[in-house]
């Protein structure tokens, strides 16, 4: 069975603070890794994607992997109060068909 | 960006009548669809591939006759649910796959609320 794991939160954050989202997967092959983040009530948008090792910065957003740990994070610099929402982390499995496998998400409460 | 766009946003009905929800992928061709509901404050949980020109795949526990899948072009899918019962109020979501990348990030759409009375 092929799984993603992330802490469910919230994980409450102060205006200003970095932001650091987790997760850990199962299946030794995958080969990419997405973060998405959706607002109460919306679908999820796609924040970032990255298949290598190390990290991948766009503007306030870093998404870091590390193949050998299975694990996959994303840091949020500067957070803002728009920040608040939950996070998924979904990965694309070895001969998935581009299924992604999708975590449970991590709430995150950022603080004014 | 990709966009996808699923319509109607919103939709109410009686008891036993059908819905239909499409999915659009408005800037790309998108050979794999996928279907997903979601439960107040639950997770995405995956209800049927669909793929351009074939029969969809549906999940463990989810009814293809109840819940009727059409992907007849490349750009346009159809989730239908037939004789809707309360039960089947969600949050229904689709996602499509832009066939021309093989880094496989996936692009939503909107999202349809469906309350059934």
């Known amino acids: 069975q092929k799984e993603v794991e992330q802490n469910s939160g919230p994980l409450s954050v102060p205006e200003g603070a970095i932001a650091s989202l987790n997760c850990t997967y199962s299946?030794?092959?995958?080969?990419?890794f997405f973060w998405y983040r959706q607002y109460s009530g919306k679908s999820p948008e796609l924040i970032m994607f990255i298949y290598s090792n190390g990290d991948k910065e766009d503007g306030r957003f870093t998404a870091q992997l590390n193949k050998a740990s299975q694990y996959v994070s994303l840091l949020i610099r500067d957070s803002q109060p728009s920040d608040s929402a939950t996070y998924l982390c979904a990965v694309n499995p070895m001969d998935s068909n581009y299924q992604l496998i999708w975590g449970a998400g991590t709430k995150l409460i950022i603080k004014p | 960006g990709a966009v996808v766009s699923q319509h109607p946003s919103w939709v109410i009905c009686k008891s036993g009548t059908s819905v239909k929800i499409e999915c659009r992928s408005l800037d790309f061709q998108a050979t794999t669809m996928f279907w997903y509901r979601q439960f107040p404050k639950q997770s995405l949980m995956l209800m049927a591939t669909s793929n351009e020109g074939s029969k969809a795949t549906y999940e463990q526990g989810v009814e293809k006759d109840k819940f009727l899948i059409n992907h007849a072009s490349l750009t346009l899918s159809t989730l239908t649910v037939t004789s809707a019962h309360p039960e089947d109020s969600s949050f229904y979501i689709c996602?499509?796959?832009?066939?021309?990348?093989?880094?496989?990030?996936?692009?939503f759409g909107e999202g349809s609320r469906l309350t059934v009375l």
């Open positions: 996602s499509a796959r832009d066939g021309s990348s093989n880094t496989g990030e996936l692009f």
């Open positions: 299946d030794r092959g995958s080969q990419s």
